[in-house]
Every structure is written in structure tokens, then in C-alpha cells.
């Protein structure tokens, strides 16, 4: 089955800097990468997705890239802010022509924004 | 529109003790989807149902989980009897038919076993 690994497991950085998380990657049939963000208490929701026909997609502050050769797909977040503070999740899945199959998720990352 | 509604949101039993969550979709979406999040790790899928049907059960513990989605609708998942290791979070998830990738989650039943 799907294997899917995320670094780093903790990231703090400085409000207003760059954050990177990176995940990896095992089935190569797998052509759907969400990812989500889940705070304190909640479930978690998603912030943005990417299939596998496409290299890049952007949502304002937030970016994810992908790299199906490496089988490598990454989220970056640009000018954070504190409420930006969460876990944030990558998954991984055979979507649409293999039907709605379940995730296969990362452990996390714990990302904190320091004032 | 109101988001996947999950009960009890929390939930203290003894072990040995049965225990059931339920969960409402979003309405309209066909798929629904019990993950179990244990502390500091992903979710891990259950089960998965595609109206009624449980299409996806393999990491679902028989021995001791079941689970059921009679209407296609809601569903409710039991645990009988209860142990110590799985006191975690149980998720519920849905999506729909046209845009079937995208799942969006209920806040999650957490479960203390005793």
C-alpha cells in the first residue's frame, strides 16, 4: 500500500518568514495530494490540493508543488502569520479514474509562528 | 451549508465497555469515510462506503469494530468491547460524487479508555 513520509515533524519560524514542508511519496499510481491543516480540537480541513497533471498551484499565501519523477510534493507558506499556527497534514491517493479511496496521510508537522 | 456533524464529541467508557460514535455527511455526498487519528500521528482510514455500501473495510478490526450506513446517510460505528489501546480520535469524513477527491471532516469523536 501507500507509504507516505513528512518532514519536518516540528518547524518554528519567525512571523512574516517562509515555511516549507516536505512529504515523500511511495505508490506511483497515486495521483491526488491534498493537504490540511488541523488545530487544537477540530478535524482537519483542507487548504489546498494538487493532482498529478499538474506541477504547481497557488492560493494566495499558500503554494504546493509537486515533483512526480521524485515522487516528492511540498507546501509552502509565505509571509506567516500566528494564526497560521496548527498541524498541518500531506495525504496522498488514487483519486477520480480509481475511485474515492481513502487517504493515506503523513504524521504531521507542528508549525509555529514566533511573534 | 452546515459541515459533517459528528456525536458524541467526547466520550470516557471502562474498558470491556461497548461504545458507538455517529456521524451525518454533508448533505448530498455519497462517499463516507471513519478514520481513526491516534495522538500525534495522521488519520488512518477505517472504512469507506459509497452510499450504503462499505466498499473498503480492510483496516477496520472485525473482531471488534463495525460499522453500518443503512440509509446511506448517517452511520454509526461500534466498538465491542472496548480496550485500552483504543482510546484516539475517530474521524468521519465525506465527499461527493462530482469532485469525489476532496473530503471534508467532522470534528472528531475522542474516545478515553479506562
Known amino acids: 500500500g501507500e507509504n507516505v513520509e513528512q518532514h519536518p515533524s516540528t518547524l518554528s519560524v519567525q512571523e512574516g518568514d517562509s515555511a516549507v514542508i516536505k512529504c515523500t511519496y511511495s505508490?506511483?499510481?497515486?495521483?491526488?495530494f491534498p493537504w490540511y491543516k488541523q488545530e487544537l480540537g477540530k478535524g482537519p480541513q483542507l487548504i489546498i490540493d494538487?493532482?498529478?497533471?499538474?506541477g504547481e498551484k497557488k492560493d494566495q499565501r499558500i503554494a504546493v508543488t509537486l515533483n512526480k519523477t521524485a515522487k516528492h510534493f511540498s507546501l509552502h507558506i509565505t509571509e506567516t502569520q500566528p494564526e497560521d499556527s496548527a498541524v498541518y497534514f500531506c495525504a496522498a491517493s488514487i483519486g477520480l479514474g480509481g475511485g474515492a479511496d481513502g487517504l493515506t496521510f503523513g504524521k504531521g508537522t507542528h508549525l509555529i509562528i514566533q511573534p | 451549508e452546515a459541515g459533517v456533524v459528528q456525536s458524541p464529541r467526547y466520550k470516557i467508557i471502562e474498558k470491556k465497555q461497548p461504545v458507538a460514535f455517529w456521524c451525518n455527511p454533508i448533505?448530498?455526498?455519497?462517499?463516507l469515510y471513519w478514520y481513526l487519528q491516534n495522538l500525534g500521528q495522521g488519520p488512518e482510514l477505517l472504512i469507506r462506503y459509497e452510499n450504503e455500501e462499505a466498499v473498503d473495510d480492510s483496516q477496520l478490526p472485525k473482531d471488534r469494530f463495525s460499522a453500518e450506513r443503512l440509509k446511506g446517510v448517517d452511520s454509526t460505528l461500534k466498538i465491542q468491547p472496548a480496550e485500552l489501546g483504543d482510546s484516539a480520535v475517530y474521524l468521519c469524513?465525506?465527499?461527493?460524487?462530482?469532485?469525489?477527491?476532496?473530503?471534508?471532516f467532522g470534528p472528531g469523536t475522542r474516545l478515553t479508555v479506562l
Open positions: 505508490d506511483s499510481a497515486s495521483n491526488y
Open positions: 494538487i493532482r498529478s497533471n499538474v
Open positions: 469524513a465525506s465527499s461527493q460524487r462530482a469532485t469525489r477527491d476532496e473530503q471534508f
Open positions: 448533505s448530498g455526498h455519497n462517499t
